[in-house]
C-alpha cells in the first residue's frame, strides 16, 4: 500500500482496492440502489437540480432539498424508507484506516454520467469534525481539486482512478474540494459511462 501526503494531512492511496474487490463493491452498490434509488439532490432555496445523482447507505444519509437544505436524515427522501446497511467490506476499511474509535454512520453515494461535476465546496454538515472522512472512488477516472480552509486558498487539482482512496483528516477534513470533470471511457467497472464516489463520515458529535 503506498499512502502519498496531500496538504493539510490528506492521504491519497492509489489503487487501494483491486478489481475484484472493486467489482464485488459495485455489486454491493448495485443492491443498495435497487432498495433506496438515486436521487437528485435540489440546491437550498433555489431548487436547482445537481449534476450528481444520490443514494446513501448507513443508520443516516445525507439530502438536500430546496425547503430544508443540507440535512443528514434516517429515511430515503423518497421512498421514506431507512436507508440500507453500509456493507461490511466498507466498516472494514473504516476500521482500518480511519484511526476512530467508532463506526461511520452514513455513507453517501455519488453517482456521476460523463458530464457531471461538483462544485469547489466544504463538507460541514456533520457535527464531529474530530473523525475523518474517507472517499473511494470506483468507475471513471475524475479531475478532482483540494485547496484549504478558504475558498480563496491555492487548491491542487489531481486525478483520483477506479480503486483510489482518499482519506480526509485533520485540517484537511475542512479543506474546499470539488470534482471538476469526468474522464468518459476510462474504465471498464461500470456496465455504463460513468463513475462512482462512496464517502464515510460519521455525523454525530458522540455515541457509538
Ligand atoms: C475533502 N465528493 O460527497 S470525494 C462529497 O468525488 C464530495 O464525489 C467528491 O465531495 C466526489 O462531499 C469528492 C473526496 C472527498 C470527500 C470528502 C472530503 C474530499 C474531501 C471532505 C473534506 C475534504
Ligand atoms: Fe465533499
Request: glycine residues 8%; hydrophobic residues 35%; proline residues 8%.
Amino acid at each position: 500500500m503506498q499512502i502519498q501526503d496531500l496538504p493539510n494531512g490528506a492521504k491519497w492511496v492509489p489503487k487501494y482496492l483491486d478489481r475484484t474487490e472493486q467489482e464485488a463493491l459495485v455489486e454491493e452498490i448495485r443492491q443498495i440502489a435497487k432498495e433506496s434509488p438515486l436521487f437528485i439532490p435540489k440546491m437550498p432555496k433555489t431548487g436547482k437540480p445537481m449534476s450528481v445523482r444520490m443514494t446513501n447507505c448507513g443508520p443516516l444519509g445525507w439530502v438536500t432539498t430546496k425547503e430544508r437544505g443540507y440535512r443528514y436524515q434516517a429515511t430515503h427522501p423518497e421512498t421514506g424508507k431507512p436507508w440500507p446497511e453500509i456493507p461490511k467490506v466498507l466498516l472494514d476499511l473504516w476500521k482500518t484506516l480511519a484511526d476512530y474509535p467508532h463506526q461511520p454512520q452514513a455513507c453517501l453515494v455519488n453517482f456521476y454520467e460523463s458530464s457531471a461535476k461538483m462544485g469547489l465546496h466544504q463538507d460541514k454538515d456533520e457535527e464531529d469534525f474530530a473523525a475523518p472522512v474517507i472517499s473511494i472512488s470506483l468507475g471513471d477516472t475524475c479531475l478532482f481539486r483540494i485547496g484549504g480552509e478558504s475558498r480563496r486558498d491555492p487548491t491542487k487539482s489531481f486525478k483520483l482512478e477506479s480503486g483510489d482512496i482518499m482519506l480526509l483528516t485533520g485540517k484537511s477534513r475542512m479543506a474546499f474540494h470539488g470534482v471538476d470533470r469526468i474522464y468518459p471511457g476510462t474504465s471498464t467497472l461500470l456496465k455504463q459511462e460513468g463513475r462512482i464516489n462512496l464517502t464515510l463520515r460519521r455525523v454525530g458529535g458522540s455515541g457509538v
